[in-house]
């Protein structure tokens, strides 16, 4: 099972939006509605931002946001804040015959 | 308040057996999965494995099916992540992660345990 991808980086200015792209398969992200969402600060445990496409977990803020197209899901961030520049990774289910799980390749995220 | 605290940094050489843990509190241990991430100095994560405590039902993926031994004891609320020989390439960071209620969201993490491997 090979890595979803998503682009290296992205950057946008204060109050922008940016989206992060990750592209899989018909076998991982197109097959099932289970792509989760990670932000990573440097030396940090990742924290979930979304799950099942576009679902917020409570405290997570709604400038978050998630959804798929086919083999791609996408997450946007909407009124872009310092404190989101972070690498994001997203992840999906693949099915209980192979990997199960497959992250992204991650995005780090820019703020200027 | 739901919580995960690994077992703190290792150093070993090659060759030689570790085992690591990740407790968790706070919620019941026995009702969710537990899986395993590993994350090489600057590089991405990757999914390991997961482990059910209640049956102790255990995933790898084929990456690290083989390498690695992921169990439970769920009497003490711990899995834990053992390799019987270390190789340089094992070093890295890892950390567990409960599976919440849906099938890929991991939902709480522990803070990461560093293993480093060199003669």
């Known amino acids: 099972q090979s890595a979803l991808t998503q682009p290296r980086s992205v950057s946008g200015s204060p109050g922008q939006s940016v989206t992060i792209s990750c592209t899989g398969t018909?076998?991982?992200?197109?097959?099932?509605?289970?792509v989760s969402w990670y932000q990573q600060h440097p030396g940090k445990a990742p924290k979930l931002m979304i799950y099942?496409?576009?679902k917020r977990p409570s405290g997570v803020p709604d400038r978050f946001s998630g959804s798929k197209s086919g083999n791609t899901a996408s997450l946007t961030i909407s009124g872009l804040q310092a404190e989101d520049e972070a690498d994001y990774y997203c992840?999906?289910?693949?099915?209980?015959?192979?990997?199960?799980?497959?992250f992204g390749t991650g995005t780090k995220v820019t703020v200027l | 308040e739901v919580q995960l605290v690994q077992s703190g940094a290792e150093v070993k050489k090659p060759g030689e057996s570790l085992k690591i843990s990740c407790k968790g509190s706070?919620?019941?241990?026995?009702?969710?999965?537990i899986g395993w991430v590993r994350q090489m100095p600057g590089k991405g994560l990757e999914w390991m494995g997961i482990?059910?405590?209640?049956?102790?039902?255990?995933r790898y993926s084929p990456s690290f099916q083989g390498q690695v031994t992921i169990s439970a004891d769920k009497s003490i609320s711990t899995a834990y992540l053992q390799w019987s020989s270390l190789k340089a390439s094992d070093t890295a960071m890892y950390y567990c992660?409960?599976?919440?209620?849906?099938?890929?969201?991991?939902?709480?993490w522990g803070q990461g345990t560093l293993v480093t491997v060199s003669s």
């Open positions: 099942d496409v576009s």
């Open positions: 018909s076998s991982d992200v197109g097959g099932y509605n289970y």
């Open positions: 706070g919620y019941s241990f026995t009702s969710y999965w």
């Open positions: 482990i059910y405590p209640g049956d102790s039902d255990t």
């Open positions: 992840c999906s289910y693949a099915g209980s015959y192979t990997s199960l799980y497959v």
């Open positions: 992660a409960r599976r919440g209620i849906g099938l890929a969201d991991f939902d709480y």
